[in-house]
């Protein structure tokens, strides 16, 4: 994309209203834009990034076998009188009357339309394991919406529901899950902790929620140091073996680590030896539930088992918060000078800057640049504006694309032109052709 | 994908609610399942196929210089009382009070927060032309919701929005919304005529509705018969070239062609010879508007010109029926086994069917054709069940898909497997080589 050509409306001043650096530096790097309270429209480089984090869900999910769908975003009352959840959900659903005097409502979550989805279908064990999921706006009318889509009123979130025989199959889709966001948050550049939760209003006894450590997490948890060492690295996990899932969720959470809500000092200090005892701040940007029988009981979502008996099938349900993900990924990656994005989540590969914008030699140079990336299947962001160096140079570390071509006349009477990492600052003199080859490089890993 | 481990919910019997084709074969083929009224749930079938649609549409639109993004679904009414819409707009939007008691309203178009966004931003003629787009689900609360996902409440639109200085360079981004919508539908595997067309609560003097031809098309449509020939084929358009541009929208649209709400019968007489003229009904796929300065005037979105005076921005807005296209392209392609998909838009490149599961050879024929077409990047469906070949059949005959490869233990005795078109029923007997690089061909020309 040519800077000139785009709509990248970066503001020079930081908007009052933002509390917290993620939803400052949205605004300021025009990735947002109010349209009510707790309401964004996703100006073109926030929907990019939107998009990307979309992506790896989606790939992930597939890899571990569960099946991508669409639920609606408006939902029949109907489904949640039969739950039982249409009176306890409260002042946070948003109710809807139609133009017939029908109750609706914006879904909050999807456990009841899913089980509906479900049992209209599915009549056999033979036909389960069974995970759908999808990715969908969903609505929570907060009564003080804040800290941008951290906390919104609409927001994008990946919801999943596994369909087992048993408690057994179903513990191992709950594993499953695990594995599959353990690894989808390491590929967004995030160490996500598992730690023990509490069920809230969609129940359930086995529940982790993920949580990312910053300054301004809205959680105070507590954990074993030893945590924060372990990673889920390109390991090769079967999601059909049992064992190796199982073991992926005993190595990731058999050691202490909780939020406020279901903290217990005592057992803290006898499970974790002092110099190890961590207390931090956390985002929670994912949870799973296990919850038995809970939904398929009350609405009758049963299948015939392999002894011909009909029984209430075993369910959970798994939530990431794709939209509250772009403020998690800023808060814990940032500096004063801006965003620094992780490479699997990057708007952009590679910004490419002309540092004399209208020279034949610069122009020509940036122009073999920006092809030679997109032939390489890569994005750039060439600036090619008329601006000061100082300007285009601030621009890019706003946006914090995490590598930055300069191209200029001096460099390139030498053959060079520069590369830099946004995340250290370093910089390197490289010939074009080498350039493309480094940024080919890196990208080829994530 | 191996259907054993899909969730593909045929049905057997013909839904007695649906009234049209598409309606039937989507309930059947377990695309979609209705949620409430004019409301549903995408099933992954029918999520595929709309995944499919909604990337051709964002392809061409980025291809024209139209910039992605993402407005809420809802909106404050405030807006909506700017424009002097929200009282106009009538019960079909879909009105809504917040726990606080705000006017909300889930959003049926987007002129007004588009505009809003835009005069935010946007101070000069220098950051024009500027064209932005979103794909989003939209609600109107028809009052009587039919033809499943045809006239839904919910549905997905691709809507954007043209900001220009003057009146020529605004019909200059009409004409590129006109070229990319006849590559877009051609990519679908759609003939969609642009007719004149009547300018509805958007406004607007220039609009031109793209139709389907379907004998259970709602609008009753005229047209001079040579326009069927018409074909934008695979030309490379410069999106920059007024005049490029134009000549597509005076080649498709200078000869007679109306819907029933702009006809005129005299008109049709005198520009058509008789031997040419057709009536016939149409299925409405996208419609676009050039309106000037209705919203911009209203609303204050101006912009200093290269003059220094400052003057309102000359807007269109331009929507292609996302979800709808769905019922349109079945509408337009099926026969009396069921769906029948353009290669462009199939939910699975390829179906193969195995004979007599559990054969070894054939079971290992299978295998090998399923691994080659996704290591070819295609994506086949496997059906792998212990079912009968007729049953089979009939399934992948119903789900559309437009290339079958029969595995059995006769065939692969001679070395053969059987390639067959959906579209013409026709097979040839090809080595399961042949038949892989057969497929793979089809695929790179679309």
């Given at each position: 994309m040519r800077l000139t050509r785009y709509f990248l409306p970066v503001l020079k001043e930081t908007p009052s209203e933002a509390q917290i650096v993620s939803h400052r530096l949205m605004l300021r790097a025009g990735m947002i834009k109010q349209a009510s309270a707790g309401i964004y429209s996703w100006l073109p480089l926030g929907y990019k990034v939107l998009r990307r984090i979309e992506q790896i869900v989606h790939e992930e999910q597939i890899r571990a076998g569960h099946i991508p769908?669409?639920?609606?975003?408006?939902?029949?009352?109907?489904?949640?009188?039969?739950?039982?959840?249409?009176?306890?959900?409260?002042?946070?659903?948003?109710?809807?009357?139609?133009?017939?005097?029908?109750?609706?409502?914006?879904?909050?979550?999807?456990?009841?339309?899913?089980?509906?989805?479900?049992?209209?279908?599915?009549?056999?064990?033979k036909d389960l394991p069974l995970t759908l999921y999808h990715i969908q706006w969903k609505f929570r009318d907060e009564i003080r919406p804040r800290f941008g889509v951290m906390r919104g009123r609409e927001f994008l979130m990946k919801d999943g529901y596994n369909f087992d025989l048993d408690k057994e199959a179903a513990l191992h889709a709950y594993n499953r899950h695990l594995v599959s966001y353990l690894r989808s948050y390491e590929r967004m550049g995030l160490q996500a902790i598992p730690m023990r939760a509490d069920g809230g209003p969609i129940g359930g006894d086995y529940t982790h929620e993920f949580l990312v450590l910053a300054e301004t997490g809205e959680s105070e948890v507590f954990y074993d140091s030893e945590i924060t060492d372990l990673k889920f690295g390109d390991r090769a996990v079967d999601y059909d073996s049992v064992p190796e899932c199982q073991a992926v969720l005993e190595e990731f959470t058999s050691r202490y680590a909780r939020t406020d809500e279901t903290h217990d000092e005592a057992?803290?200090?006898?499970?974790?030896?002092?110099?190890?005892?961590?207390?931090?701040?956390?985002?929670?940007?994912?949870?799973?539930?296990?919850?038995?029988?809970?939904?398929?009981?009350?609405?009758?979502?049963?299948?015939?088992?392999?002894?011909?008996?009909?029984?209430?099938?075993?369910?959970?349900?798994?939530?990431?918060?794709?939209?509250?993900?772009?403020?998690?990924?800023?808060?814990?990656?940032?500096?004063?000078?801006?965003?620094?994005?992780?490479?699997?989540?990057?708007?952009?590969?590679?910004?490419?800057?002309?540092?004399?914008?209208?020279?034949?030699?610069?122009?020509?140079?940036?122009?073999?640049?920006?092809?030679a990336l997109l032939a390489k299947g890569l994005e750039p962001l060439y600036d090619d504006r008329n601006e000061r160096a100082g300007a285009k140079f601030a621009t890019m570390d706003l946006i914090g694309l995490p590598w930055r071509m300069t191209v200029?006349?001096?460099?390139?009477?030498?053959?060079?032109?520069?590369?830099?990492?946004?995340?250290?600052?370093?910089?390197?003199?490289?010939s074009p052709d080498a350039a493309i080859v480094r940024i080919s490089q890196i990208y080829a890993q994530i």
């Open positions: 769908m669409l639920m609606p975003t408006i939902q029949s009352a109907d489904l949640w009188r039969e739950s039982g959840r249409y009176d306890d959900y409260g002042e946070e659903m948003l109710r809807i009357k139609d133009r017939h005097g029908r109750d609706m409502l914006f879904g909050p979550t999807n456990e009841e339309l899913i089980t509906d989805i479900f049992r209209g279908h599915v009549n056999s064990y057992v803290f200090h006898e499970q974790v030896p002092e110099a190890r005892r961590r207390t931090a701040r956390g985002i929670e940007v994912g949870q799973i539930f296990y919850f038995g029988t809970k939904y398929s009981e009350a609405m009758g979502a049963t299948v015939v088992g392999p002894d011909g008996q009909r029984s209430p099938v075993h369910m959970g349900s798994h939530g990431i918060g794709v939209s509250r993900l772009l403020g998690a990924i800023i808060e814990a990656s940032h500096d004063d000078k801006g965003i620094i994005w992780p490479e699997g989540v990057t708007p952009f590969h590679c910004g490419i800057v002309n540092l004399k914008q209208g020279d034949a030699a610069a122009d020509a140079a940036c122009e073999g640049l920006y092809k200029g006349p001096r460099g390139l009477e030498k053959g060079v032109v520069e590369l830099t990492s946004r995340r250290t600052g370093e910089s390197e003199e490289l």
